[in-house]
Each structure stands twice: as C-alpha cells, then as structure tokens.
C-alpha cells in the first residue's frame, strides 16, 4: 500500500510540473503561441480576421488568404507573413494574429492555392511530406509574383498606409529576405532562420533586414557571416540576432530544447515588433 501511494504521488507531482512547465510556453501572450497552442490563441482573440482570395495577375492563382487586422484608431502598415515549408498552417495564421496586435495589418497567403487535391491549397494535401515537396517545388519567380501580388492587395486596404513590410519563417524566411532584393518598395524584411540569398543579389537590397536564428542551425547560420560581411560592405542594414542553444524553428517550437528556444522567442518577437514599427510607422 506504501509503494503504491509513493507512486501515485510521484505521478502527481509529475504531472503538476509537467502543466507547469507546459503553460510557462504556452500561456505569454506578448508572443505568438506555440504550435500545440495556435489554434487556442486564435480563438480567444479580439481581433478581427477574414479570409480573401487575391488573384495573381497573368495567371489562374488566386491566393486563398488569412488577414488580421489590428485593433487601433489610425491607419496601420501591412505586413506579408511568408509561410514555413509546411505551408499556411494555424500557427502561421497565429503569428499573422499576434503582428496585428502589434498594430500592423497582417496578410498571410497559401502560396499553394490551387495547387493541392482537387485545387485545394495546404489543407488539401494528405500529409506534412506532401506540402513539404510542394512548397520546394516553387520557383523563385511564381513565388515574388504571388508576394507582389498580395503586396498591391495590402498596400491598397483602406484601413492602410501603404506601407509595407514582409516576415518569413524557415522556407519563408529564405523568401523574406529573397523579396528584399526582388521588391525596391519594401520597407523591411525580418527573416527567422532561413538562408541569405547568393552575395550576388544583395547589391539590390533598399530595405532594412532583421535576421534571427538559432545558435544551433549551422546549416542556416553559415550563410549569415558571408551575408552580414557583403551588406556592411554595400551599406546596407542588416541587423543580425543569434540566439544561445536555440535550434531551427524556434519561434514555432518553444517548448524544445529546454527553454532555449521559447528564451530566444521571448527576444526574437519584440525585437521583431520593434524593428518593424521603427521601419514601417
């Protein structure tokens, strides 16, 4: 009977600080919710969402989009949430939520409407390995076309300034910071852990870039030194954060690596934030 009742209170005590530990990731709500808790947040917010369609010009595609709109007096600046390699997901359309309560306009597209079953977009394909090929099967000049397109939808919202800025993540932070060298209007571009474009491209960069990563993500991190090196050498701002034992995906995976990367998102998000209002306001 002993034994028994240690193991039941060991049990308990277990579970009390794993729901401890639980809500200290999921619980900030001054950051985007983690995966596990997108949907929850989404449904709990006071902002007002909807869903358009914006058709790509010179094609078929109409973009199926998730738009936030901040909870504000005044006109907002846009921002274009460029998804990770597996597609528009909740979380995504939690992130685009969480940048409209920062104040901006946040439109977030599936870059693989039409593209899925029956023409359907990301929730159309069976599974996460089918959306990954997908979406790594999109070239370089659909993608800035498609990113163009809802650019001139954002910058054309009554409720906008007309300014307008991008945030990608992983697959999408690549594009982020690829858009800045295909889009001279662009007012700024943050890039969460996703690889710099050839130094070549560079030189075309107008806007200021945010870059933050995660210490162990040498795949994408080798490629920030050459980058950082040739846009100081061109005088362009490239602001560059490396988060300490954080890995790739950071923002969407808080809970992982032992606190390390719900600490970077706790910084990667304000600085985010801060970078845009001071680019874009």
């Known amino acids: 009977m002993a034994k028994k009742y240690m193991l039941l209170s060991a049990l308990l005590l277990f579970l009390i600080h794993a729901t401890f530990i639980h809500s200290a990731w999921s619980a900030d709500d001054s950051i985007p919710a983690g995966e596990d808790g997108a949907k ?13 369609n914006i058709a790509v010009p010179g094609t078929n595609v109409k973009l199926n989009t998730f738009v936030a709109y901040p909870e504000r007096k005044d006109k907002a600046p846009v921002v274009i949430v460029i998804h990770e390699v597996y597609g528009l997901t909740d979380w ?38 089918d959306v990954v090929k997908a979406v790594r099967d999109l070239g370089q000049t659909e993608v800035t076309a498609m990113l163009n397109a809802v650019k001139d939808y954002g ?13 990608g ?12 060298a295909a889009q001279p209007g662009l007012g700024a571009a ?7 474009p050839p130094a070549e491209a560079l030189s075309s960069i107008r806007a200021p870039v945010l870059g933050l990563y995660g210490e162990d993500d040498a795949r994408v991190t080798s490629t920030v030194g050459p980058a950082e090196e040739k846009m100081k050498e ?11 034992g954080a890995g790739h995906g950071f923002l969407r995976a808080q809970g992982e690596r032992g606190g390390a990367n719900l600490e970077a998102s706790r910084q990667a998000w304000p600085a985010t934030v801060g970078f845009l209002k001071k680019n874009l306001e």
Not at 169 to 175: H, K, L, N, P, T
């Open 92 to 129: 995504i359309r939690g992130v685009a939520d969480q940048l409209a309560a920062g104040g901006f306009i946040a439109v977030a597209p599936d870059l693989l409407s039409g593209r899925g079953p029956g023409g359907g977009g990301t929730e159309a394909f069976p599974g996460r390995d």
């Open 190 to 196: 943050v890039v969460y852990y996703g690889t710099s």
């Open 40 to 52: 929850a947040a989404l449904e709990r917010s006071p902002r007002h969402h909807e869903w358009v």
């Open 234 to 244: 061109l005088g362009k701002v490239y602001v560059v954060h490396v988060y300490r």
């Open 155 to 167: 910058t054309s919202l009554p409720a906008g300034t007309g300014r307008y800025g991008s945030v």
């Open 169 to 180: 993540f992983c697959w999408g932070g690549s594009q982020s910071y690829a858009y800045a």
